[in-house]
């Protein structure tokens, strides 16, 4: 199980574990806590300006949240219908239905009551700070935790990760290939350490089926570049997950992981 704030968050982080589990026989299920309403309109019409319906994004999001998932051969997702936030500061964090304001307690139960329908081994979200500060990514974090707590189902629970040496190492292959260096910026605190990843997964097989469930979140300009990047890059990008683990409870797991169920089968 992966929880996520958004419709397109499960692509990049979690996209290939989900492929390669499913194929492997493994029953997955995606929680998507929001309908994205904070997102892109048609014609990259921003939050805020003329044109902008909300309704008609959420539907938008939804009906590509389908197809990605679609693609990833998810065979589970269940929709939590909270508001999206927006990013941090943004008007969106003032509306009261908006899902970084809901009481962790009363999403957290509805949350928990599927692990207990699921009883997933393993479940993965975002580290404390969501990754990148976004609100609903904080929400998805805090909730999570608070579900897995309460519940004591899942023998496992991972953050998505992104090693901080990585970026460095795709940004100078980047720049070999002549990408623009502003096209190259991520704030400082981005990412973390590789000492600190407890698992690499190699989902290299299924790259091009993530690259479809990226195409499939169209009207996000979000993956745009990483669509527009050689081959080569993509690659690197997309072949493998990294995540750190936080809870264990299967005796005998190792320190360094390959696989999120090791010690489970």
């Keep these: 199980m992966a929880v996520h704030a958004h419709p397109d968050d499960e692509v990049l982080g979690t996209g290939g574990i989900f492929a390669r589990y499913a194929e492997e026989g493994v029953r997955t299920v995606l929680v998507t806590c929001t309908n994205g309403e904070q997102g892109d309109a048609p014609g990259g019409v921003k939050p805020g300006e003329p044109g902008h319906d909300e309704a008609a994004v959420s539907a ?70 969501g990754g990148y500060g976004h609100p609903d990514h904080i929400q998805a974090h805090r909730i999570a935790m608070a579900a897995t707590e309460a519940c004591k189902i899942p023998a496992k629970l991972y953050y998505t990760a992104v090693p901080r040496e990585g970026i460095a190492e795709l940004f100078e292959l980047l720049r070999a290939a002549g990408v623009p260096s502003e096209e190259l910026e991520l704030p400082d605190d981005f990412g973390v350490p590789r000492e600190q990843i407890t698992a690499m997964i190699d989902v290299a097989p299924y790259v091009e089926r993530k690259r479809k469930a990226l195409e499939a979140h169209a ?21 493998t997950e990294a995540f750190i683990r936080v809870i264990n409870h299967v005796p005998g797991a190792a320190d360094q992981e390959d696989d999120l169920f090791d010690g489970l089968r």
């Design 219 to 239: 009207s996000q300009g979000d993956s745009i570049f990483m669509l527009r990047m050689p081959p080569e890059a993509q690659q690197q990008v997309l072949g």
């Design 60 to 129: 938008l999001r939804l009906e590509e949240l389908r197809a990605s998932v679609a693609h990833l051969g998810i065979e589970h997702v269940e929709l939590l219908g909270y508001r999206d936030s927006g990013m941090d500061g943004w008007d969106g964090n003032k509306a009261e239905d908006a899902f970084a304001n809901v009481p962790v307690e009363r999403a957290a139960a509805r949350l928990a009551e599927l692990m207990k329908h699921y009883r997933p081994q393993v479940v993965v979200t975002y580290d404390e700070n």
